[in-house]
């Protein structure tokens, strides 16, 4: 049960702090929007931003704005290549510098995420998870977090959303101050950008499947889920 502290921060100052720190981000930073949108329309084309849809708050899904950071590289038979093979290395600076997730300050001042919380995940995670697991999504998904500055995606997935668990337990502008400071540090120190092995993060689905916690045919069921839930 989250203290009351942390229900009256959360219900008359959380909120307000996003707006204010989201403004101030995009006007100190409009130099490096313009710098960095050039950039990756140069070298990546169009268009500048990637467009995803996430769950957010109660799982409701929403359009979640990053800069683009891989190519549109296609096979033989016109599918996109994996992630790893389009992921370019103005893509990994973009990645480990975090620059790519600049245009999520338009998400934050939307309301659809917050400076601190969760990490908003891909909506065919949510169907992997347990009812449990699922919680995290009982707080607006954050810029950054908890996860964020205990591992980013160096973190095994069990971790992570048992973080992002510690976190919606204890909300406090004290904790979320800590966080914003120390996701600073780990972005300067370009620490846990991507799990030892692999240029990007991967599904939660996918690495039960690896670690054979779940059949192939569970798997096929979940992503059709996921399908499901998007349309």
Known sequence: MRNRKGNMYISLFKRPLDITLALAAMLVLSPVFLVVALLVRVKLGSPVLFKQRRPGLH???FTMY???TMSDKRDSNGQLLPDSL???R???????TSLDELPELYNILKGDMSIVGPRPQLVRDIVFMTPEQRKRHSVIPGLTGWAQINGRNDVTWEEKLSLDLEYIENVTFRGDLKIIWLTIIKVLRKEGVSAKGMDTAEDYGDYLLRHQKISMGEYASKMEQSKQLLQ
């Open 59 to 61: 799982e409701k899904i």
């Open 66 to 68: 990053k800069f683009r």
């Open 86 to 88: 389009r992921l370019t």
């Open 90 to 96: 103005f893509g990994k600076i973009l990645r480990s």
